[in-house]
């Protein structure tokens, strides 16, 4: 089955850096990636998702890019804010199952 | 986005009880849910995969027998903990699948923090 590894598993940044966050999953029939925000106790909020017919997909300060060659996808945050300071968890699954494979999750930690 | 609930969003109770948990998609219809179990500090981990009309299917090491998966109507599946213990105590949040044009996409209900004393 799918494995996705993610990392780092913590990241410190100041308020204003960027921050990117690197994940790569085993199965090449993967084509969905999508990246979810979870802040303490709460729900998994969708915050991007790319599909493997694009490499780069951006929305405001958050952007992810797809390497389907070498089965690796990443989170891009710029200019951070506190508020950002939450758990990501990146995910792959393969067109036709619905059945996502998580990361271990990112913990993000963005200082004023 | 579309919408998930969930219901309770905590819930205590006594070792040896069972525990029911429902999970519902608000604006959209969803013909397959996800039921996942969040220890803290750990990802989210799928426990089941719940079809309308049709038997759960669960992932290894869950056992069917103890989390009992209903998925009665396109808008309802509920998860039921039977004879709950200590261990069982966890986060359990549902997924639903909502399908547009550039494809399917997984919300998140809010989760349900059920604690087993």
């Known amino acids: 089955g799918e494995n996705v590894e993610q990392h780092p598993s913590t990241l410190s940044v100041q308020e204003g850096d960027s921050a990117v966050i690197k994940c790569t999953y085993s199965d090449s029939a993967s084509n969905y990636f999508p990246w979810y925000k979870q802040e303490l106790g709460k729900r998994p909020q969708l915050i991007i998702d790319i599909r493997s017919n694009v490499g780069e997909k951006k929305d405001q300060r958050i952007a992810v890019t797809l390497n389907k060659t070498a089965k690796h996808f990443s989170l891009h945050i710029t200019e951070t804010q506190p508020e950002d300071s939450a758990v990501y968890f990146c995910a792959a699954s393969i067109k036709g199952y619905s059945t996502l494979t998580f990361g271990k999750g990112t913990m993000l930690l963005v200082s004023p | 986005g579309a919408v998930v609930s969930q219901h309770p969003s905590w819930v205590i109770c006594k070792s040896g009880t069972s525990v029911k948990i429902e999970c519902r998609s608000l604006d959209f219809q969803a013909t397959t849910m996800f039921w996942y179990r969040q220890f803290p500090k750990q990802s989210l981990m799928l426990m089941a995969t719940s079809n309308e009309g049709s038997k759960a299917t669960y992932e290894q090491g869950v056992e069917k027998d103890k989390f009992l998966i209903n998925h009665a109507s396109l808008t309802l599946s509920t998860l039921t903990v039977t004879s709950a213990h200590p261990e069982d105590s966890s986060f359990y949040i549902c997924?639903?699948?909502?399908?547009?044009?550039?494809?399917?996409?997984?919300?998140f209900g809010p989760g349900t923090r059920l604690t087993v004393l």
């Open positions: 997924s639903a699948i909502s399908s547009g044009r550039a494809g399917d996409t997984q919300y």
